[in-house]
């Protein structure tokens, strides 16, 4: 089983409170998180990265538990070796394209120097085609070339899995559609499992080999009419 | 607001302009040391003098000297010392004429009352057990230059003044004394006097020029006959039997 | 003149020594502030500002009497360490240091929170931990508000009087700052040494004002 995820929570979206409650069982390699927003997909992503504690559950990525209520195991995010790739990319302003991706490989208080030479970082430029702004800095690239960054800051970790949170959310139609089959390029080279997170159909049928739809924070068994995609 | 109620308001502002009007304010600058005493004379010289409201200023003398010199509209003067007074004369604030002795005081040395140590003659402040020992600046504090002129008469001005702690006023000196963040100060009888409880007296200094407090009115006062029957005052049997009652000496 | 270059140093060396303390607490203090969320946390930033808005003789008396051979923390140092704290240059850093820690934390907190905790997030993600995580990304973002405050606290630390006369008293050479040295000239009626002190008071000021307007970091590149 690749995916195994019980999560409660009781949330808050605006004015009302809903319970979380996602239980989800799935080996796939490629799996879609479904579902409108305010349904709790965001929520559920950040429970399995660790940045928020369920009320209770579990999560397993293959065969590691990352986190159990019941064992009081709960990994810190920097243990879980997962690779997230934010809404808004979240790449560090003060660093070059360079020095995000390869921010990972020094463990240290200091961050890689501008002129840092590694082969992965190396590989991962070239596999989405940066070296071309590899010294740019972040507000000087395209929002394209800011979310292939993204990826190649969180791949080059070689994580256990590929989180994604609505990664084309913020670019249009056009670019959106040629990142998605790019990302499908490169899923398909890499042996890692994908969790993705969108209310846009068009990326569930690209990307996903299972789609589970998530509603009011619930997952919603049935299959459900194909909704029409939210901009 | 109502008729009667606008009236009376009227009828306050009235008075309250007329007495103003008649009421003159006297202010007195006056060495620190004189600050318990002279606060309950003004009452009694107020009482005399219907009408007349002092405002009292106190700080070492040189600052308050200073004060005056940059035009600080002040009435009355009271020094702790005649140098500070000459100084006065020279730059033509204060008119010989009206200018007099009032009280005198002493030169004492205290020590915290819960001093291990206690000096027994001033020579024993050049031990090195006494590390820290307050005394008025000399440049501005006259108790500072009846210290510096005792230490230098007995030679031992180059010993003590590595240990001084320099005092803003002679009231510093006090409190640091009294907090026990000094060995030894240097300060007026009066004023070692005031907190029994805090310091103790280890000895009383003899100093070369006796301790003579001179207060004048000022060329510069607008009051000038006030200024002067204050001066008056000061004199008189009333107002020395309160300075008496702090420990000050007739002039 | 000697007197006025001896005040000079002196003022620097008590200012440099308390805007480096204030580095430390200053930014410690300001960046849990912007991080951490618990009952009372406004009550307590506004507890930490205080001594901004207290006038400084009443901030040094208090020092005086936490410190004095008689206070508290001033009897225990005597008695475990002979230090007497009153009337010494570090009397006079303490108090420096104490009156400009708002300048510091309040700037140092506000610069944090301008800090996208979302970047902190990718870090943690990304393996490093938190520690590391402060000095890579949280304080490089942070650096330019707070070297803002830094430099208001040198400076007033360097104008520091009131408090400093209480606890460390004016000894010349030793806790004799510029500013008390100019306040006792005044008194004495030397206008000359006064007018010089405030001179070179002035010229120094003026001086670090330029120097650090250099220091500040570059700007990251904006989109052309």
Redesign the interface.
């Known amino acids: 089983m690749t995916w195994d995820l019980e999560l409660t929570k009781r949330l808050q979206h605006g004015a009302s409170r809903f319970e979380l409650q996602v239980s989800l069982r799935s080996a796939a390699r490629r799996l879609v998180l479904f579902g409108p927003s305010g349904a709790g997909k965001s929520q559920t992503l950040k429970m399995i990265a660790g940045l928020v504690r369920p009320d209770g559950g579990r999560v397993r990525i293959g065969t590691r538990t990352l986190f159990d209520a019941d064992s009081g195991v709960n990994l810190s995010p920097q243990s879980r070796r997962l690779a997230f790739v934010f809404q808004d990319y979240a790449l560090f302003p003060h660093l070059t394209v360079r020095q995000n991706i390869a921010f990972a490989l020094s463990g240290g208080w200091r961050n890689p120097r501008p002129r840092v030479h590694d082969a992965r970082v190396e590989r991962w430029l070239e596999t989405f085609q940066l070296p071309a702004v590899a010294d740019h800095f972040p507000a000087q690239i395209s929002g394209g070339q800011r979310q292939r960054t993204a990826l190649a800051r969180a791949l080059v970790t070689e994580p256990t899995a590929l989180l994604l949170d609505e990664p084309f959310a913020a670019l249009d139609g056009h670019l959106r559609q040629r990142l998605r089959e790019e990302l499908a390029q490169v899923l398909a080279t890499l042996n890692v499992p994908m969790l993705l997170i969108t209310h846009d159909d068009a990326d569930a049928q690209v990307l996903a080999d299972e789609v589970v739809h998530l509603r009011a924070g619930r997952v919603v068994d049935a299959p459900q009419a194909r909704e029409p995609a939210l901009a | 607001m109502t008729l009667p109620l606008r009236c009376l308001a009227t009828l306050v502002l009235a008075c309250g302009f007329s007495l103003g009007a008649l009421a003159a304010e006297l202010t007195v600058s006056a060495a620190s040391s004189l600050t318990n005493a002279m606060r309950e004379v003004a009452p009694l010289f107020e009482a005399a003098n219907p009408g007349t409201r002092l405002q009292l200023n106190f700080a070492s003398s040189g600052a308050l000297l200073q004060q005056i010199d940059k035009g600080a509209p002040v009435d009355v003067f009271a020094s702790a010392d005649q140098e500070t007074m000459n100084q006065a004369q020279a730059k033509g604030l204060v008119k010989a004429e009206a200018r007099r002795d009032f009280v005198a005081n002493a030169l004492v040395v205290i020590v915290p009352t819960a001093a291990t140590r206690t000096p027994a003659a001033v020579g024993d402040l050049a031990q090195p057990a006494y590390q820290r020992v307050a005394i008025g600046l000399p440049a501005s504090v006259p108790v500072g230059r009846y210290t510096q002129g005792v230490l230098e008469q007995a030679g031992l001005w180059a010993a003590v003044e590595p240990k001084m702690i320099g005092a803003q006023n002679v009231r510093q000196a006090l409190d640091y004394v009294a907090r026990g963040e000094v060995d030894a100060g240097f300060v007026y009888a009066t004023d070692a006097a005031l907190m029994p409880g805090k310091v103790k007296v280890a000895l009383t200094v003899a100093t070369p020029t006796p301790i003579l407090y001179p207060v004048a009115s000022l060329a510069s006062s607008p009051n000038a006959a006030m200024a002067a029957r204050f001066v008056d005052f000061l004199t008189s049997p009333q107002a020395q039997a309160v300075f008496a009652n702090y420990g000050f000496r007739k002039p | 003149m000697g007197q006025a270059w001896t005040a000079l140093a002196l003022t620097l060396e008590v200012a440099g020594w308390a805007t480096a303390l204030n580095l430390v607490l200053g930014v410690g203090v300001g960046f849990a502030m912007a991080r951490l969320r618990f009952p009372g946390r406004e009550l307590l930033d506004a507890a930490l500002t205080l001594p901004m808005v207290m006038p400084p003789t009443v901030l040094g008396f208090y020092l ?1 009497v936490l410190l ?3 206070g508290p923390l001033g009897a225990w140092l005597d008695q475990l360490f002979g230090v ?1 704290l ?2 010494t240059v570090q009397a006079a850093v303490i108090a420096a240091t104490v009156v400009a820690f708002p300048l510091v934390f309040k700037a140092a907190r506000a610069a944090f929170e301008t800090v ?1 905790p ?2 902190e ?9 938190e ?2 995580i402060f ?3 949280s304080l ?2 942070a650096w330019r508000g707070i070297l803002a405050g830094l430099l208001l606290s040198f400076a007033r630390a360097t104008g520091e009087f009131g408090a400093t ?1 209480m606890v460390a ?4 050479g030793k806790t004799q700052t510029l500013s008390i040295a100019v306040y ?1 000239a ?5 206008d000359d040494t006064a007018n010089f002190l405030v001179a070179v008071t002035s010229v120094t000021c003026i001086a670090v004002l330029l120097a650090a307007g250099r220091l500040v970091p570059g700007r ?5």
């Open positions: 005086l004095g051979s008689q007497r009153i009337f996208d979302q970047l997030e990718a870090a943690r993600l990304l393996g490093v931990h520690v590391s000095f890579r990304v490089p973002l006369l008293g004016s000894i010349a006792e005044v008194q004495a009626g030397q990251v590149p904006q989109r052309r």
